[in-house]
């Protein structure tokens, strides 16, 4: 079982950004996937989230209205689009499966984690 989240990278505030996760060793189609964020010092966030099906979605209220979450379950990824990034938004980017169906963000009721992309939002 292997995540691998890719897409981070340096960008100026009011910019965007778009990560993948592409899952390999096991399918995704019967679980949530999420995204979370961590800087240093302080514990892991549950950014975005998006049913199995697809059909439903969670957000944090720091993200919600610019970050859309997605997934292609043919293509075995899920999506997080980034707009009008701040520099609140720095950090490093992690996906993970839930155990479940349906959305959490309680970093606890993930099993799998990739290793994580750097996010900097920065002029």
């Known amino acids: 079982v292997q995540l691998q989240a890719f897409g981070g990278g340096l960008v100026q505030p009011g910019g965007s950004l778009r990560l993948s996760c592409a899952a390999s060793?096991?399918?995704?189609?019967?679980?949530?996937m999420s995204w979370f964020r961590q800087v240093p010092g302080k514990e892991r966030e549950g950014v975005a989230c998006?049913?199995?099906?697809?059909?439903?979605?969670v957000y944090a209220i720091s993200v919600k209205g610019r970050f859309t979450i997605s997934r292609d379950n043919d293509k075995n990824t899920v999506y997080l689009q980034m707009n009008s990034l701040k520099p609140e938004d720095t950090a490093v980017y992690y996906c993970?499966?839930?155990?479940?169906?349906?959305?959490?963000?309680?970093?606890?009721?993930?099993?799998?984690w990739g290793q994580g992309t750097l996010v900097t939002v920065s002029s």
């Open positions: 993970a499966v839930s155990r479940f169906r349906l959305c959490t963000l309680n970093r606890l009721h993930y099993n799998y």
């Open positions: 060793g096991f399918t995704l189609d019967n679980y949530a």
């Open positions: 998006i049913s199995s099906s697809g059909d439903g979605t």
